[in-house]
């Protein structure tokens, strides 16, 4: 059973945008640093955004800096991935992790817990 919950995926056209969210099962969002992954067909999942406990400190792979956000709310104990200029080769199938501690690790072996992941196509 996954541990968080992801939301938010869905069909877009290139250049648009979508929002992920992810809430965490049983746990504390301000305990935990955050990360999203992604996994296209047929090839390694990948670190695509990461949030320390204070959602100041946020992270990026190369490719999506500038287009993607990551951002937390503890109150409401949700993540969110603001993606904008989407491009085709964002599809993937796109899962939220969740790490104890201060340490934000681009390394999916180092998240103890899941989602179960949230598809989003994006069409030329």
């Known amino acids: 059973q996954a541990q968080l919950e992801e939301s938010g995926g869905g069909l877009v056209q290139a250049g648009g945008s979508l929002r992920l969210s992810c809430v965490p099962s049983g746990r504390t969002l301000s305990d935990h640093v955050m990360g999203w992954f992604r996994q296209a067909p047929g090839k390694e999942r990948k670190f695509v955004a990461g949030?320390?406990?204070?959602?100041?400190?946020?992270y990026y792979a190369d490719s999506v800096k500038g287009r993607f956000t990551i951002s937390r709310d503890n109150a409401k104990n949700t993540v969110y991935l603001q993606m904008n200029s989407l491009k085709p080769e964002d599809s993937a199938v796109y899962s939220c992790?969740?790490?104890?501690?201060?340490?934000?690790?681009?390394?999916?072996?180092?998240?103890?817990?899941w989602g179960q992941g949230t598809q989003v196509t994006v069409s030329s």
């Open positions: 949030s320390f406990r204070s959602s100041n400190n946020t």
């Open positions: 992790a969740a790490r104890r501690g201060l340490i934000l690790s681009v390394n999916e072996k180092d998240y103890d817990a």
